[in-house]
């Protein structure tokens, strides 16, 4: 499954709640919907995700450790594998699979009692469709 793109989150479900599970900053990251760019060239992966206060870029290779650094700027390690067309990262804190659904691109994230939920459509389809909505 190909992952490249940019993606616009469109959606998500209780993420206050799993925030404060993994210990992520709230108030930062409910403010703030990023923007995706993912690069995908075989098995090594380029995440870039803008948002108006910075920009950060990650790169992992499927099935190796690497460090990834979130929105509010916090660090963890994870291993990321590919299981039929899924992404699936694996942290301490938590677990994050992702999918490509028609034009979403849905992420679940299970932390040990709680699940966070968002859907990211393309952002060229986003603005095809409110260009499309003007008229």
């Not at 979130?70 to 067309?85: A, L």
């Amino acid at each position: 499954m190909d992952f490249s793109g940019t993606w616009r989150v469109h959606s998500e479900e209780n993420l206050e709640d799993f925030l404060k599970v993994v210990e992520m900053v709230i108030k930062m990251r409910k403010d703030v919907k990023p923007v995706v760019v993912i690069e995908q060239n075989d098995k090594l992966f380029t995440f870039t995700v803008k948002t108006p206060v910075c920009t950060h870029v990650h790169s992992f290779s499927i099935g190796k450790e690497s460090e990834i650094t979130t929105v509010d700027g916090s660090k963890f390690k994870c291993t990321v594998r590919e299981e039929n067309g899924k992404l699936i990262a694996e942290t301490d804190k938590f677990t994050s699979v992702r999918e490509i659904q028609g034009d979403n691109m849905v992420e679940v994230n299970k932390s040990t009692n709680l699940t966070w939920q968002k859907k990211k459509k393309s952002a060229w389809l986003i603005l095809i469709q409110s260009e499309l909505i003007k008229y």
